[in-house]
C-alpha cells in the first residue's frame, strides 16, 4: 500500500498569511493525487486534483504543486473560510489512500 | 447541480448486518465510478470501496479492512450505488461518504469531485 504522509498534522496562521502544506507518497504516483478541505461537520469538498488542477470553483488563492512522491498545497493568502482540515488523497493504485490530514487554525 | 445522498446508517450490535445507500442526481449516474469513504468519529478519512461503470463490467475494489465483508453494488436504473455490510465489527463505526469519481476523460485515474453529507454507522453492544 501506498503510504501518504502529510506535515505539519496542525498549524496555526494569521488571515493573509501564506500557508504551505506537503504530502510525501510512501512510492511514486505520477501527478495522481488530490487535495481536499473538510469543515467541522461537513463533507470533505475538492480542492485539486491531479497534483495541480483546480477544481471548478476553487478560489485561486490555492494551489497545488510536485509529482513523483512530493507534493504541496498552498493558500497564498489565507481567509477566514479556509479555516479547516486538509486532506492529500492518491489515485495511482489501489487501495486508494489519505494523508493523516492538517488541520488549520486561527493564530 | 449534483447531488449524492446518503442513507441506511444506523446502531447495530458486533456480528450484524446494514445496507447502506446513496441515491444521485444531477448527473449521468451511469457514466461514472462511485466511491464509499469511511471517517471514524475525530479521525480521518479512509478509501473503503469502488466500483466502475457497467461499461467496465461494474468491477469493484476494496479496502483490506473490508474485503470479504462489505460488498458494493450499483443500480443505474434507480442512480444508486449501494453498500451492504456484514460480520460488522466496532472499528466499523464511522460516517460514510458516498463520493463520485470526476470520469474517465483521457484516462481513468480521477480524483473523487462530489460527496454526499454521509450516513453514521455505529457498532456497539
Known amino acids: 500500500d501506498i503510504q501518504m504522509t502529510q506535515s505539519p498534522s496542525s498549524l496555526s496562521a494569521s488571515v493573509g498569511d501564506r500557508v504551505t502544506i506537503t504530502c510525501r507518497a510512501s512510492?511514486?504516483?505520477?501527478?495522481?493525487l488530490a487535495w481536499y478541505q473538510q469543515k467541522p461537520e461537513k463533507a470533505p469538498k475538492s480542492l485539486i486534483y491531479?497534483?495541480?488542477s483546480l477544481q471548478s470553483g476553487v478560489p485561486s488563492r490555492f494551489s497545488g504543486s510536485g509529482s513523483g512522491t512530493d507534493f504541496t498545497l498552498t493558500i497564498s493568502s489565507v481567509q477566514p473560510e479556509d479555516f479547516a482540515t486538509y486532506y492529500c488523497?492518491?489515485?495511482?493504485?489501489?487501495?486508494?489512500?489519505f494523508g493523516g490530514g492538517t488541520k488549520v487554525e486561527i493564530k | 447541480e449534483v447531488h449524492l445522498v446518503e442513507s441506511g446508517g444506523g446502531l447495530v450490535q458486533p456480528g450484524g448486518s446494514l445496507r447502506l445507500s446513496c441515491a444521485a442526481s444531477g448527473f449521468i449516474f451511469s457514466d461514472h465510478y462511485m466511491d464509499w469513504v469511511r471517517q471514524p468519529p475525530g479521525k480521518g478519512l479512509e478509501w473503503v470501496a469502488r466500483i466502475r461503470m457497467r461499461a467496465n463490467s461494474s468491477t469493484t475494489e476494496y479496502a483490506a479492512s473490508v474485503k470479504g465483508r462489505f460488498t458494493i453494488s450499483r443500480d443505474d436504473s434507480r442512480n444508486s450505488v449501494y453498500l451492504q455490510m456484514n460480520s460488522l465489527k466496532t472499528e466499523d463505526t464511522a460516517l460514510y461518504y458516498c463520493?463520485?469519481?470526476?470520469?474517465?476523460?483521457?484516462?481513468?485515474?480521477?480524483?473523487?469531485?462530489?460527496w454526499g453529507q454521509g450516513t453514521l454507522v455505529t457498532v456497539s453492544s
Open positions: 463520493a463520485r469519481h470526476a470520469g474517465c476523460i483521457n484516462s481513468c485515474y480521477s480524483a473523487m469531485d462530489y
Open positions: 488523497q492518491q489515485y495511482n493504485s489501489y487501495p486508494l489512500t
Open positions: 491531479a497534483a495541480s
Open positions: 512510492q511514486g504516483i505520477s501527478s495522481w
